[in-house]
């Protein structure tokens, strides 16, 4: 029994320790003219899609939800977000080739017709991202017609 509390006060003593470890936050209120809403007219449904389901993680401003400064969630979460802009990140869009853009956007219809986006982990959390059909059939049809476009 006494070896349980020594195990048990370790990783307290951890857990405590590593709430004192700072990450980056990916958090800014300036957009640039390179993001995707500012380089294209994007409807006011397909833009609250992507405020809600997509730019949390695909852009330079999250908007995190309350258990973020909580170790390890925080590094869950950045690593998560640093890897869906590494991907696709919409506040530089605007920087890619147009050949890059339509290829991005042919993925970003493909993977949310297929329900691979928004991720599961993701809407399990925020409700409000998950996609109806229509909502589905909306924003992909827009983003294949946008990439018919892009030149």
């Known amino acids: 029994m006494k070896f349980l509390k020594i195990i048990g006060l370790i990783l307290l003593v951890a857990f405590v320790g ?3 470890i ?3 936050r990916n958090h800014s209120d300036y957009i640039p003219k390179s993001d995707f809403t500012e380089i294209y007219e994007v409807p006011e449904n397909i833009n609250t899609i992507l405020q809600t389901s997509c730019y949390d993680c695909h852009s330079n401003n999250t908007n995190y939800p309350w258990y973020n400064k909580i170790q390890p969630f925080t590094w869950y979460l950045n690593d998560h977000i640093e890897k869906g802009k590494a991907d696709l990140n919409f506040s530089e869009f605007g920087e890619y080739s147009s050949r890059r853009q339509r290829s991005k956007l042919r993925s970003i219809s493909s993977q949310v017709k297929d329900g691979e986006m928004p991720l599961q982990s993701y809407t399990l959390v925020h ?3 998950k996609l109806s059909d229509k909502e589905k059939e909306e924003f992909t049809v ?3 017609s946008l990439a018919m476009e892009v030149r």
Do not use: G, L, V
Request: cysteine-free; overall charge negative; aromatic content about 24%.
């Open 142 to 144: 827009w983003m294949d």
């Open 127 to 129: 409700w409000d991202a």
């Open 22 to 24: 700072p990450t980056n």
């Open 18 to 20: 590593i709430q004192f």
